[in-house]
């Protein structure tokens, strides 16, 4: 009922391409999920999130889509550069005081020149 | 500048000893984190704390003891009975926001604690 599931753990993309990373949860109390960006031996920073009331949010070059009834939701990195190589999270959580993060494992992405 | 400081950045912990780790926040958030990040993993979620005097275990909080004596500051105590403790630690903070509201966590920078 917690988890969140993400995928695929790693990708590889070419300059000027579409990341594209999954996410899966299975608790219908979830009403918030961001993604975090995270770079090699930094913490984890905020790059975007939606609510399920909607099924589409962008913000510049990242775009998350969201399906309620099948509970998935994803990430779009439209335009990859090279400075996108980062690692990714998927979260989930139930809005609120109580306000804890359930992460997806990751997934590390390449974007090659 | 406003922001989550956590020190030290990399540490050493022989079998046996307890070691802490801080985190200082700025940012006047009532609500602070300890994480755990394993390869693989994900963030996992160890103690979380929503007003000074008061914490909650996470998801794995065994092994580990934390204290919230005061608004800005959440240390981390790794005590001897965690049987793993090499990991990457991530402290972080959020203001507490009403329901139907999202909650954007804020982390710091992260320790590094290794087993030696």
């Known amino acids: 009922q917690q988890q969140v599931k993400q995928s695929p753990q790693s990708l590889i993309v070419q300059k000027g391409g579409i990341s594209i990373i999954n996410c899966a949860y299975e608790?219908?109390?979830?009403?918030?999920f961001p993604w975090y960006q995270q770079f090699p031996g930094k913490g984890p920073a905020l790059l975007i999130a939606i609510r399920p009331d909607v099924s589409e949010k962008k913000e510049g070059r990242f775009t998350i889509s969201f399906n309620k009834s099948a509970k998935q939701f994803s990430l779009h990195i439209m335009d990859s550069q090279p400075g996108d190589s980062a690692t990714y999270f998927c979260a989930a959580s139930k809005s609120g005081n109580t306000g804890k993060l359930i992460f997806g494992q990751g997934t590390t992405l390449q974007v090659k020149p | 500048d406003g922001g989550i400081t956590q020190s030290p950045k990399y540490l050493f912990r022989k079998e046996g000893q307890n070691v802490t780790l801080s985190c200082e926040q700025n940012?006047?958030?009532?609500?602070m984190y300890w994480y755990r990040q394993d390869p693989g993993q994900g963030l996992r979620l160890i103690y979380y704390?929503?007003?000074?005097?008061?914490?909650q275990k996470g998801d794995i909080a065994e092994g580990y003891s934390v204290s919230r004596e005061k608004k800005e500051s959440f240390p981390l105590t790794v005590t001897s009975a965690q049987k793993n403790p090499t990991a990457f630690y991530l402290c972080?903070?959020?203001?507490?926001?009403?329901?139907?509201?999202?909650?954007?966590?804020?982390f710091g920078e992260g320790s590094w604690l290794t087993v030696v």
């Open positions: 608790n219908t109390a979830f009403d918030y």
């Open positions: 704390s929503q007003i000074v005097n008061d914490f």
């Open positions: 972080a903070s959020s203001p507490l926001t009403a329901a139907g509201s999202g909650n954007t966590i804020y």
């Open positions: 940012l006047n958030h009532d609500a």
